[in-house]
T-cell receptor, first 116, second 112 residues
Framework: DVKVTQSSRYLVKRTGEKVFLECVQD?????MFWYRQDPGLGLRLIYF???????EKGDIPEGYSVSREKKERFSLILESASTNQTSMYLC???????????????FGDGTRLSIL | GENVEQHPSTLSVQEGDSAVIKCTYS??????FPWYKQELGKRPQLIID?????GEKKDQRIAVTLNKTAKHFSLHITETQPEDSAVYFC???????????FGTGTRLTIIP
């Protein structure tokens, strides 16, 4: 069974801090994703990566950056945390399907981040 | 880019009745449409998906239909049970390494 592990379930930080959210998957998936989930807004994609050292902006990348130095690990970085970044953050991974077909995304349990 | 609209935002159904959740998408090139279920405090999990070469797919009490011409797809849950209570998300993608675009979610409550 696919396991996507996020380093923290709950995190409290202060405005202006640099915040790191870590995600590790154990199934050798090529693709990894970071979403934020807010009530009434669904899941919005922040960044994704389809290979080591590769990254692509999602729909709401402002104020965030990412790092993928190893295939199994994808980090989300809040360069200078602000209160409007208080949210639930979800990491996901998926295989690159044969012939370029989509494969299911597998999610972690999420990190509830509060910025004070 | 792709835009996915999902309705209704909340849905209450008597246990044993059917529930239907509808989504529309804007990008005619989208060809992959998954549905995720998220129980309270848990991770989203894929429950069913459909690709554009199929009009309908069933898995026990769950079915998804796709109308490519109208650019909409629907989730149907029959004989609903209390454990079906959750938030359901639809999504759409062009395929390959193209990103998923999610709908805003439907909170389904099954009334015993």
């Amino acid at each position: 069974d696919v396991k996507v592990t996020q380093s923290s379930r709950y995190l409290v930080k202060r405005t202006g801090e640099k915040v790191f959210l870590e995600c590790v998957q154990d199934m050798d998936h090529e693709n990894m994703f970071w979403y934020r989930q807010d009530p009434g807004l669904g899941l919005r994609l922040i960044y994704f990566s389809y290979d080591v050292k590769m990254k692509e902006k999602g729909d709401i990348p402002e104020g965030y950056s990412v790092s993928r130095e190893k295939k199994e690990r994808f980090s989300l970085i809040l360069e200078s945390a602000s209160t409007n970044q208080t949210s639930m953050y979800l990491c996901a991974s998926s295989l690159l399907g044969a012939g370029g077909s989509n494969q299911p995304q597998h999610f972690g349990d999420g990190t509830r981040l509060s910025i004070l | 880019g792709e835009n996915v609209e999902q309705h209704p935002s909340t849905l209450s159904v008597q246990e044993g009745d059917s529930a239907v959740i509808k989504c529309t998408y804007s990008d005619s090139a989208s060809n992959y449409f998954p549905w995720y279920k998220q129980e309270l405090g848990k991770r989203p999990q894929l429950i069913i998906d459909i690709r554009s070469n199929v009009g309908e797919k069933k898995d026990q009490r769950i079915a998804v239909t796709l109308n490519k011409t109208a650019k909409h797809f629907s989730l149907h849950i029959t004989e609903t049970q209390p454990e079906d209570s959750a938030v359901y998300f639809c999504a759409a993608s062009r395929g390959g390494n193209e990103k998923l675009t999610f709908g805003t979610g439907t909170r389904l409550t099954i009334i015993p």
